[in-house]
T-cell receptor, first 113, second 110 residues
Framework: AQSVAQPEDQVNVAEGNPLTVKCTYS??????LFWYVQYPNRGLQFLLK??????LVKGSYGFEAEFNKSQTSFHLKKPSALVSDSALYFC???????????FGPGTRLSVLP | NAGVTQTPKFQVLKTGQSMTLQCAQD?????MYWYRQDPGMGLRLIYY???????DKGEVPNGYNVSRLNKREFSLRLESAAPSQTSVYFC?????????FGPGTRLLVL
């Protein structure tokens, strides 16, 4: 069975500092990994994905994530946080050739001015 | 190009009432999904449709039915609403590896 863990319910970071939102996963087979962001009263927006190739993937709004197969992790990072990055972030996984996506519980990011 | 649209935005039901949540996408995607979002639980898959004419159960299908009316539309029906179905419901469509989400329907069952 597939599962996704986001060990932190809440991450607080000062504006201008680097941020990391953690994600670990468990799947049988090759994982496809995703990060989505949700702003208040909105649907989820796609940020970035890892399918294959370079372990460091770059996405929207300056975010990037690193796939680490040995640690089964896919942490989201940004070198310099903005107050506007404050939102709910979801990690998700899908098995290659599968239809279903499994989402983590979400991490609320607060960037303090 | 409206993307994924959902109606209604908000609904209050009494226990035992029925209703249908509507979802439509104008991106010509084959796959569509229904999720529910509850605090601390992320998104859980209710049903999905890999293509027009096919539907499959997800993680939490009990109490729900779906219809893939055509390629554009994928509706979710609650036949007899229960307070446990109070949630925010999201529809999504998929192109290759990326899902595109609608704005959600907030449902309160009293």
């Amino acid at each position: 069975a597939q599962s996704v863990a986001q060990p932190e319910d809440q991450v607080n970071v000062a504006e201008g500092n680097p941020l990391t939102v953690k994600c670990t996963y468990s799947v049988s087979g090759n994982p496809y990994l995703f990060w989505y962001v949700q702003y208040p009263n909105r649907g989820l927006q796609f940020l970035l994905k890892y399918i294959t190739g370079d372990n460091l993937v770059k996405g929207s709004y300056g975010f990037e994530a690193e796939f680490n197969k040995s640690q089964t992790s896919f942490h989201l990072k940004k070198p310099s946080a903005l107050v506007s990055d404050s939102a709910l972030y979801f990690c998700a996984v899908r098995v290659q050739y599968g239809q279903n996506f499994v989402f983590g519980p979400g991490t609320r990011l607060s960037v303090l001015p | 190009n409206a993307g994924v649209t959902q109606t209604p935005k908000f609904q209050v039901l009494k226990t035992g009432q029925s209703m249908t949540l509507q979802c439509a996408q104008d991106m010509n995607h084959n796959s569509m999904y229904w999720y529910r979002q509850d605090p601390g639980m992320g998104l859980r898959l209710i049903y999905y449709s890999a293509s027009e004419g096919t539907t499959d159960k997800g993680e939490v299908p009990n109490g729900y039915n779906v219809s893939r009316l055509n390629k554009r539309e994928f509706s979710l029906r609650l036949e007899s609403a229960a307070p446990s179905q109070t949630s925010v419901y999201f529809c999504a469509s998929r192109l290759l590896e990326t899902q595109y989400f609608g704005p959600g329907t907030r449902l309160l069952v009293l």
